[in-house]
């Protein structure tokens, strides 16, 4: 059996990150899956709701929460980490491609393999997710998981955006949360910056207020 693994979510400061694993035939998988960012997000999900119902398939997702990631193991174990319980989840053997979340994508693949107790031989390229099917299908179904939380977060605490630092929406509703309950949502990443700054400016406007 051959499968691809990918993740999403190593960057944003509200939700998990999660890795995918699919396994299954090559030639079974729709032609038009592609890296996530490709894809429409309605395709998206109809390629992963086919893929999880599809018999000749395995599917495999694992979360990091932000309690962990806020904890002492860097990013690239962290990730080491979902990889091997999203190959495990998938009840994945055989051959596998990773898509490589280190410099060293020999590393990153030696890792994983390590830390996988079924017997699979694991590669990894950068930026495989653009170039292998399997690897493609498992980027999406990540992409598509994480979604679904930040939508559930967002049905709990009104629009948090994509959950990226970058994002406007992310960022004020960190800052009026922060300013309305004094500490970050469960949600945030305390670690980021972006969740640091929060704080302060919430602290800042405490102070003014004297």
């Not at 694992?62 to 990631?69: C, K, L, N, S």
């Not at 996988?116 to 998981?145: F, M, R, W, Y």
């Not at 709990?156 to 994002?167: A, C, E, K, L, M």
């Given at each position: 059996?051959?499968?691809?693994v ?18 299954g ?24 709701s ?22 002492d ?113 469960s ?24």
């Amino acid at each position: 059996m051959e499968f691809g693994v990918d993740e999403a979510g190593r960057g944003p400061v509200l939700g998990p990150m999660v890795a995918a694993c699919v396994a299954g035939p090559v030639a079974a998988l729709p032609a038009d899956v592609d890296d996530s960012k490709r894809v429409a997000p309605d395709r998206r999900e109809e390629i992963a709701s086919a893929l999880g119902a599809h018999p000749e398939f395995g599917v495999g997702v694992a979360h990091v929460t932000p309690e962990r990631i806020d904890g002492d193991e860097d990013m690239n174990t962290l990730t080491v980490v979902a990889h091997a319980r999203a190959i495990e989840d998938a009840e994945a053997t055989g051959r596998g491609l990773l898509d490589a979340c280190d410099a060293d994508a020999d590393r990153f693949a030696r890792r994983v393999g390590d830390r996988v107790t079924a017997a699979v031989e694991v590669t990894a390229e950068h930026g495989a997710d653009a170039t292998n099917p399997l690897v493609g299908a498992a980027s999406i179904v990540a992409k598509v998981d994480r979604d679904a939380v930040l939508a559930a977060l967002s049905a709990r605490f009104g629009d948090v955006g994509s959950g990226y630092p970058s994002d406007p929406t992310t960022r004020q509703f960190l800052g009026e949360y922060v300013e309305e309950h004094g500490v970050l949502p469960s949600c945030a990443r305390a670690s980021w910056k972006t969740s640091e700054d929060a704080l302060a400016a919430a602290e800042q406007s405490r102070l003014d207020g004297f």
